[in-house]
C-alpha cells in the first residue's frame, strides 16, 4: 500500500471511482425507441457489430489487455454522398467514444422500411470497415491521428485478413468481400450482389459502380430556389420561397421599365411579359424614362444647350450689323 497520508480524510476513506461504460445505455434506448426511424437499422447493426467483434476483430479473450469495445451507432446525413459511414477518432458532442455514423442519405424507402440503397452485403461490409477503424484505434501499432492518411498500411492489411479490399489512403472497396467474412454472410444467408458485368482488374468503387449500373444513381439536390435575369440570363440561388422581388439595374435602361428576377422553371420560351409590381395596375400611366437618369448631368446638358444657343443668336446679330 502506498504512502495516502498527505490525502485529506473524505479522500483516504472514499472508494476508487467505477469507470462506466454508457455504451449498452446508448444501444437499449436505441433498439426501443420505435418512434425513431432508425430503431430498427440500429438494433440490426448492433447485434452485427457484436457478431463481428466475436467472430472477426477480437475471437480470443486475452489476459494481457481488455476486449474491443462495442460501437456507438448513429445515423446523419453526412453532406457528402461518396461518404458511406464514418468512425470518429474523438469523442462526440455527447462525450461518447467508437461512434459509426452511417450516412442517412443511402437510407430509401424499401416496402414501407428504410434500406441501405447498396443492399444488406454492402452494408456490412461498411460496418465492419469502421469497425477496423475502432479495432486499430484500440489496438493497432500505427493508429490513425487527426489530419494523417486515414486508411494506412495497418488499416489496409487488417481489412485485407477479414476479406474487405479497400484502397490504400482513399479506402473505398476494389472489389466484393471474400474470405472470412464471405463465410460469414452465407452463414446468416445474406446473398452477394451481382457484379458479373463489372470490369475485371478495374480501380474503381464497387459500390457506385453498382448504383451506376442498376440506373439508381441519384442527381445532386438543392434546396435553393434558382432566380434568373430573363433579359441577360444571369441566375442565382437563393434561401428565398417567396418571391423576392430583386430588379436587375444594368438593363432597366434598355427595356424602360422595371427587370424583376423570376424563377427559372417560370421563364417561357421566346419574350418574356413583365409584370408590373403589385401596386400598379392595368390604368396606371406608364413612366417615360429620360435618357438622362442623373438631375444634375441632364441640368448641365440644358445649360450647354442654352449657351450655344445664346452665341449663335448673337453672332448672326453682328454680321448682320456688319
Not at 153 to 176: A, D, I, M, R, T
Request: glycine fraction near 6%.
Amino acid at each position: 500500500m502506498g504512502n495516502y497520508e498527505h490525502l485529506p480524510n473524505i479522500a483516504q476513506s472514499g472508494k476508487p471511482l467505477e469507470i462506466i461504460d454508457p455504451q449498452p445505455e446508448v444501444r437499449k434506448n436505441a433498439e426501443i425507441a420505435r418512434d425513431w426511424e432508425y430503431s430498427a437499422e440500429a438494433a440490426i447493426l448492433y447485434r452485427m457489430a457484436v457478431l463481428f467483434k466475436d467472430r472477426l476483430l477480437d475471437p480470443v479473450l486475452l489476459t494481457d489487455r481488455r476486449r474491443l469495445p462495442d460501437p456507438v451507432i448513429s445515423f446523419t446525413n453526412l453532406r457528402n454522398f461518396s461518404t458511406l459511414a464514418t468512425y470518429r477518432l474523438t469523442r462526440n458532442p455527447q462525450g461518447l467514444l467508437y461512434e459509426i455514423t452511417f450516412n442517412s442519405d443511402h437510407y430509401v424507402e424499401a416496402g414501407g422500411k428504410l434500406a441501405w440503397r447498396f443492399g444488406k452485403w454492402a452494408q456490412l461490409e461498411t460496418l465492419l470497415h469502421e469497425q477496423v477503424h475502432l479495432w486499430q484505434q484500440n489496438f493497432g501499432k500505427d493508429p490513425v491521428k487527426p489530419g494523417r492518411v486515414y486508411h494506412n498500411k495497418e488499416f489496409v492489411e487488417k481489412c485485407e485478413s477479414l476479406g474487405l479490399h479497400p484502397k490504400l489512403g482513399e479506402g473505398y472497396h476494389l472489389k466484393l468481400a471474400n474470405g472470412a467474412f464471405e463465410v460469414l454472410m452465407r452463414e446468416l444467408g445474406i446473398e452477394q450482389p451481382d457484379l458479373g458485368r463489372q470490369p475485371p482488374d478495374v480501380d474503381l468503387d464497387w459500390f457506385k459502380w453498382l448504383l451506376d449500373f442498376l440506373g439508381k444513381k441519384p442527381k445532386g439536390r438543392s434546396s435553393l430556389t434558382k432566380w434568373e435575369c430573363p433579359e441577360c440570363g444571369l441566375k442565382v440561388r437563393m434561401g428565398i420561397k417567396g418571391n423576392p422581388k430583386l430588379q436587375h439595374d444594368p438593363y432597366e435602361k434598355t427595356v424602360r421599365g422595371p427587370v424583376f428576377l423570376i424563377r427559372s422553371e417560370e421563364k417561357t420560351a421566346g419574350r418574356v411579359i413583365y409584370q408590373a409590381p403589385d401596386e400598379l395596375n392595368d390604368e396606371s400611366p406608364v413612366e417615360e424614362y429620360d435618357q438622362f437618369d442623373d438631375p444634375e448631368e441632364k441640368i448641365s446638358y440644358n445649360l450647354i444647350f442654352s449657351a450655344t444657343v445664346f452665341i449663335l443668336s448673337v453672332s448672326i446679330i453682328l454680321f448682320m450689323f456688319m
